[in-house]
Nanobody, 115 residues
């Protein structure tokens, strides 16, 4: 069972940057897709970005050009670099891993963007 631990959330002013990290408990070479969802209060959880084992990325339209997802296989870690943050990016961000159809989730990290 894959365990995921997120870090890097916090409070930032609009226009600022944050980098989220998601460390996996085992080698991510066996994980097909990893990525990030987010959930704002009263809203559904939405996919923000994902990256395949081959490095193919996918982004939510509203974050394209501002967010970058990457993975470091040697460190078993996935990152989400978030630039030009907006108040509407405020949410709890969850890391996930899709390992052969099984989904694993991190505990979530709060990102708050003040205007």
């Amino acid at each position: 069972q894959v365990q995921l631990v997120e870090s890097g959330g916090g409070l930032v002013q609009a226009g600022g940057s944050l980098r989220l990290s998601c460390a996996a408990s085992e080698s991510i070479f066996s994980i097909n897709v990893m990525g990030w969802y987010r959930q704002a209060p009263g809203k559904q959880r939405d996919l923000v970005a994902s990256i395949t084992i081959g490095g193919v990325t996918n982004y939510k339209d509203s974050v394209k050009g501002r967010f970058t997802i990457s993975r470091d296989n040697a460190k078993n870690t996935v990152y989400l670099q978030m630039n030009s943050l907006k108040p509407e990016d405020t949410a709890v961000y969850y890391c996930y891993a899709d390992q052969r159809g099984f989904l694993y989730w991190g505990q979530g990290t709060q990102v708050t963007v003040s205007s």
